[in-house]
């Protein structure tokens, strides 16, 4: 019992010891480091050789005031850059969605806008398609019969492969577009559970 009570009037004792070492504070701070060595210096600078380790800014007393955090290499700052950039992404997942339901009907909205593109584009590529089968079935027409094709026929016919081309490229951009929507959608919808089930 004896040594309980002593341990706490020497608790006391250097708590108050410290309190008016506070109160009586100048404003003068000290700096801890790490040196070559490995050893922990206490010191009123930091020589510049070990300001990029990182360093503790403290009072005479003991207490800490600031922790300046070592330098990054090359690598951690750059994991921390993709660190901060996932944290962000995840911030936003979860500011848009409120479940991986909600990330369903937004993938669905989202592919029947595309899809709805596709089938006209396919449509078009339709029409076109018959279109060039019945300007080539008059040209080849004249030609049986032993007359000269109009220019204004071919090109026509050419116009329209043009058109052809442009539909299809169109199309492949959006099929594209669709997978790539799906994807992201399935990336979002597997990223929210594993935040969510935190």
Request: aromatic share 4%.
């Amino acid at each position: 019992m004896k040594t309980v009570f002593a341990l706490a009037l020497a608790g006391a004792i250097l708590t108050t010891e410290v309190g008016a070492a506070e109160r009586n504070w100048d404003g003068k701070v000290l700096y801890r480091y790490t040196n070559d060595s490995g050893v922990q210096v206490l010191d009123d600078t930091v020589p510049p050789r070990f300001v990029a380790r990182g360093y503790e800014v403290l009072t005479p007393a003991g207490r800490v005031l600031r922790v300046v955090e070592p330098e990054l290499t090359g690598k951690e700052l750059a994991a921390k850059k993709r660190r901060e950039a996932r944290e962000a992404a995840d911030l936003q997942l979860l500011k848009r969605y409120n479940s991986v339901a909600d990330i369903e009907s937004a993938r669905k909205r989202k592919l029947a806008i595309v899809q709805q593109d596709i089938a006209i584009l396919r449509s078009n590529m339709v029409t076109l398609n018959r279109q060039i089968e019945s300007e080539e079935a008059a040209a080849a027409s004249t030609q049986r019969n032993g007359g000269t094709v109009a220019p204004e026929l071919l090109q026509r016919i050419e116009n329209l492969r043009t058109e052809v081309a442009v539909v299809q490229e169109r199309l492949a951009m959006r099929e594209k577009e669709s997978a790539q929507i799906g994807r992201e959608f399935d990336q979002a919808a597997s990223r929210y559970q594993e935040i969510a089930g935190k």
